[in-house]
């Protein structure tokens, strides 16, 4: 076996290589890259929001859109929910749109 590994598109080529020179007949390669700590949160967060459906009424159906409303905030408010965002990985939208049914849902 090889002491090093030529790894692409999460594959590892050399372990390929090397079982290819042998007797067996079955391998199970890693076919695709395994992330730990920050490099997998990020990794399943990317992967969450390529996916996210619309907000809409239909959503489900991808027919819907998503009702759109603007605001202004001042810098120290917008610093703080960037950094939010940032520690928690969610998308200043979706801290936001949680913030903001928490204090109907109080208000009501």
Same mark, same amino acid.
């Given at each position: 076996m090889s002491? &090093?590994?030529?790894? +692409?598109? =999460?594959?590892? #080529? /050399?372990?390929? *290589?090397? !079982? *290819?020179? /042998? $007797?067996? *007949? /079955?391998? $199970?390669?890693?076919? &695709?890259?395994? #992330? !730990? =700590?920050?490099? *997998? +949160?990020?990794a399943s967060q990317a992967l969450l929001k390529r996916g996210r459906p619309t907000l809409g009424e239909d959503h489900a159906t991808g027919k819907g859109h998503s009702p759109r409303r603007q605001l202004r905030l001042d810098a120290e408010t917008n610093t703080r929910l960037d950094a939010m965002a940032a520690e928690t990985g969610r998308s200043p939208s979706d801290i936001m749109r949680t913030a903001l049914i928490d204090y109907l849902d109080a208000a009501s």
């Open positions: 002491n &090093s590994h030529e790894i +692409r598109y =999460g594959i590892d #080529f /050399t372990e390929l *290589a090397d !079982w *290819a020179e /042998t $007797d067996n *007949a /079955t391998h $199970d390669p890693q076919t &695709s890259p395994v #992330f !730990w =700590g920050k490099d *997998a +949160r990020h």
